[in-house]
C-alpha cells in the first residue's frame, strides 16, 4: 500500500513539473492605419509548426515548451493587406507580452 501512494505522488509531482516548463508568448495585433485589431492575424514561430491565429480583439496566445530547441527565434505576425512584422526572441525573456503594430502595405501600380 505504501508503494502504491509512492508512485502516485511521483506521478502527481511529475506532472506539475512538466506544466511549469511551458511558457507564454502572448499580446496583441493592430493595424496602424486604423488602430483596431486584426482578427484572424497568423503569428507563428519561424521555421515550426508552432503558432496561432488572433480572436476578434486580436489577441493572441502562443505557449513555447522549455524543451523547444532553439533558444533564439523569431516570432512572426502576418495579415493580408498588411506588411509581415517580425520580432526575434531569446527564449529566457519568456513568458513575454507583445503587441504587434502592422503597417498597411502599399502596391504601386505602373502603367
Known amino acids: 500500500m505504501k508503494k502504491c501512494y509512492f508512485?502516485?505522488?511521483i506521478i502527481i509531482s511529475s506532472q506539475s513539473y512538466l506544466?511549469?516548463?511551458?511558457?507564454?508568448?502572448?499580446?496583441?495585433?493592430?493595424?496602424?492605419?486604423?488602430k483596431k485589431p486584426l482578427a484572424?492575424?497568423?503569428i507563428y514561430i519561424l521555421k515550426t509548426e508552432i503558432g496561432t491565429v488572433t480572436d476578434t480583439k486580436g489577441y493572441y496566445k502562443i505557449t513555447v515548451?522549455?524543451?523547444?530547441?532553439?533558444?533564439k527565434f523569431l516570432l512572426v505576425c502576418h495579415y493580408p493587406g498588411y506588411d509581415t512584422d517580425t520580432i526575434k526572441i531569446i527564449q529566457?525573456?519568456?513568458p513575454l507580452k507583445y503587441n504587434f503594430s502592422l503597417i498597411p502595405s502599399t502596391i504601386e501600380l505602373r502603367y
Not at 20 to 34: N, R, V, Y
Open 19 to 34: 506544466v511549469a516548463q511551458i511558457k507564454t508568448i502572448e499580446g496583441t495585433a493592430l493595424g496602424t492605419d486604423t
Open 65 to 71: 515548451p522549455d524543451t523547444f530547441v532553439r533558444k
Open 92 to 94: 529566457r525573456q519568456l
Open 7 to 9: 508512485i502516485i505522488i
Open 40 to 42: 484572424g492575424a497568423a
